[in-house]
Every structure is written in C-alpha cells, then in structure tokens.
C-alpha cells in the first residue's frame, strides 16, 4: 500500500461547479498536510497548508483534514478555467532526523467555460 | 509566498555530457533544498536533500556520482547530471525550504519552475 494514494483523475467540470478533490494515506505520522497546484511544465504552487484535523478556508478554496479516517480533501467552490491544472496533495512526517514531503500522484482538473 | 528561480527551464543535450541546474531562492536565505525529478502523470520522487554547507542525503535508489549536488550558499544549490543518458531524461524540480514562518506550523517548501531534460 502506498503511503499516499491520489485519484489521478482525469475530472472535468463545468465553469462554476464545486470541485472536490481527495487524498488518503496510511501512515500516522504524517503531521501536515498541503494542497499544491501545478500547471502544465512548471513547478508545484502551495495552496492550502493545514495541520490539525477540521477545515481552514482561502477564499474560493476550502482545505479538510479528518486524521481520524486519514483522509484529506480540497475544495474548490465557484470554479474557474484557470482553475485547470494538476493538484498534488503532500504530506510531511520526520524521519530519520530529517523531515520528508511525500507527495500523491495528482489529479489534473480541467474547467471547462 | 517566497521565490525560488530554477534555471534552466529547458536543456536538450547529447549522450555522455553534464548538464547544470540551478536553484535560487530570491527573497529568503534557505540552509536546506531539496531536488526532486517527475516522470510523466507521476508524482515527485525527492532525489535528495541539499544542506549549505554540508553533503547531501541521497534518497535511496538514487545515485550519487550521477547527480551531483553543491549547496555552498545559502540561496543557491545546484545539481548536475553527470555523462547524462537518455534515461536521464526528466522533470527536475527543487524547492527551498523557508522558516520564516515559525515552529507552529512548521516550515514550507516553495518550488522552482522546473527544468524539462531532454538527452538525445
């Protein structure tokens, strides 16, 4: 089982629906949790950072963590053709000394007008 | 959000030549950077972890003399591919670990843009 499992998609929308992406891992130790954007060939972008179980909002984007079900999700209300991109989950934990970021595969996003 | 510049975006190269990436972060002074490679609809693999000053830790699977990392300042880390071969051929993304934010939420990673690899 691997440690972060992401539904790669593809999903498609319609301008303006809610977008409702997800993530689940398996190792407890895990203590925070990111959303990145990542447009086609560039970088990753930090969207949602959270540590504690509940939600915390950023305008049109809503990020929930449930540590309990080991269960992450991000949401996207209102959403836009911008919007079209790869979002990666991340999830942080120590090891070894060191911290790691383990990253799902990504589910591409493609909001149509 | 910080700045981290990767240079170069892109590289096309021959079989059995070094090939350098940068890394810079632009408005914060990062003692640790990590370089991390992405294939095609996969995720990022952390390669290794690049500390000023210091040797780099090497995730396992990834070859040190192949990809040399060089962190000798505290906003600028480079990694060469080494007599690079096809198989090199890859996204190669870093990112810069920035504290500023303080010990209750932890530090976050800020990314570069990313340099595609080609090697003919």
């Not at chain 1, 991000?74 to 989950?89: E, H, K, M, V, W």
């Not at chain 1, 934990?93 to 996003?109: A, I, P």
């Amino acid at each position: 089982q691997k440690e972060v499992e992401q539904d790669p998609g593809p999903l498609s929308v319609p301008e303006g629906a809610i977008v409702s992406l997800n993530c689940t891992y398996s190792n407890s130790a895990f203590q925070y949790f990111m959303w990145y954007r990542q447009y086609s060939r560039k970088g990753p972008e930090l969207l949602m950072y959270t540590y504690s179980s509940g939600n915390k909002e950023d305008g049109r984007f809503t990020a929930q963590v449930d540590k309990s079900s080991k269960y992450i999700s991000l949401f996207i209300r209102d959403s836009q053709p911008s919007d079209s991109a790869t979002y990666l989950c991340a999830m942080k934990r120590t090891q070894g000394g060191s911290e790691k970021l383990v990253f799902g595969k990504g589910t591409k996003l493609t909001v149509n007008p | 959000g910080a700045v981290v510049s990767q240079h170069p975006s892109r590289v096309i190269c021959k079989s059995g030549t070094s090939v350098k990436i940068e890394c810079r972060s632009l408005d914060f002074q990062a003692t640790t950077m990590f370089w991390y490679r992405q294939f095609p609809k996969q995720s990022l693999m952390l390669m290794a972890t690049s500390n000023e000053g210091s040797k780099a830790t090497y995730e396992q699977g990834v070859e040190k003399d192949k990809f040399l990392i060089n962190h000798a300042s505290l906003t600028l880390s480079t990694l060469t591919v080494t007599s690079a071969h096809p198989e090199d051929s890859s996204f190669y993304i870093c990112s810069a670990r920035d504290f500023r934010l303080g010990t209750t939420w932890g530090d976050i990673q800020y990314f570069g843009a990313g340099t595609r690899l080609s090697v003919l």
